[in-house]
């Protein structure tokens, strides 16, 4: 039997703030929204102090008067590269895994029957936060589903020692019956408060319907995978898991590559790939990544891979944002010397528009509108005239000049309470004393 195993970072902007700051370890830390404006991330601390999601920055000095409370702007930079550096850590000891969002990855266990999965899981909390600095509640289950579940209890349950496995049925019912079912992967607000409404309160009473039952209150597919799933009955294709949440475009060169211009040309036209799929679907993307790969089959030649990615301050899908971080991307990852044949940028962290907060000033929040309409009849040209009839000049012409500074959307964004890019940027670097 394969099991997957959910990973997930705990309250992740607080832990990677604390990275550089453990002095705030067991105290009271919250990070704030863009423009520092309500409250998105919470230490347990400041969770048992009663604040809440969504609290509105202002309010939290007469809501807790007295307290002291560590306050950090959103420091997307920071946590993008922390977060990247804990997927590399997954990647080097797990079999097969999906990025599903910034903090969060799946993992398939193929090939693992005869590994204790516990161990395994205790030993990469271990590993992560000895490497990186970052705690994790990994789950894991015979489905994707009942994984999720175990992530949770893993989470709130110090005595999982970070690592909570499903691996029997005694277990499966014991979580389900302590699970609510508004909390359950795969059920929205409106089939929660449907599901409550007929007196369902957990996942057991749910899972414990007949499926003939489901079929006929329901009829509706992904219902009917999550009954499933709860039963376990793995039904959520692997494929789903990156489709979702990521868009990849990439290409082997017609022959090997080292110029750097060259390859932006190339880099540019997968970027602007990637943002008129996240136009067309209407969703935008918080993280923007590229990688490059020299010929695996030409031995004679050094080797050398890569990726390296950048996270946007605010969720784009305009053409112009999305090639711009690539080739901020792409020039992290470059190195001369090399003979390369492949590249692709890929798009991660992928969400609808609802609850997208710009936060802009005015001046940025007209550009916004303006590139929102220039992607617009740009795809409406290339659709009535063929693919490529309108590009980006990066596209198509090679830019010789890469010392020029861009103007990002963080300088336009109120964040009083930011922290440095200790990892990102030389003039951020810490300091020894």
Known sequence: MTYYAVV???????????????????????????????????????????????????????QFPGQKIAVFSSNYELYGDITARVMTVIAQHAPEYFRYSIDEAFVVLRGMDNVDLKAWGENLHKLVRQGVGVPLSIGIAPTKTLAKMASHFAKHYTGYHHCCVIDNEEKRRKALRLYDIGEVWGVGRRYAARLEHMGMKTAYDFAERSREWVNATFNKVVVLRTWKELNGEDCVPNEELAKKKSICVSRSFPSMISDIDQLKTYVANYAARCAEKLRRQNTFASVVGVFLSTNPFREDLEQYNNFGEVTLLTPSNAGIVIVKKAMEALERVYRPGFQYKKAGVLVLSIDSGRGIQTNLLDFDAEQFEKMRRIDKVVDRLNKVNGTETVILGTQMFKKKDCKGKSILFADAIKHEYKSPNYTTRWSDIIELK
């Open 8 to 62: 997930d970072c705990d309250n992740c902007y607080v832990s990677c703030e604390r990275v550089f700051r453990p002095d705030l370890n067991g105290k009271p830390v919250v990070v704030l929204s863009n423009n520092d404006g309500c409250v998105v991330a919470r230490s347990n601390e400041a969770k048992r102090m009663g604040i809440k999601a969504g609290t509105p920055f202002f309010k939290l000095a007469h």
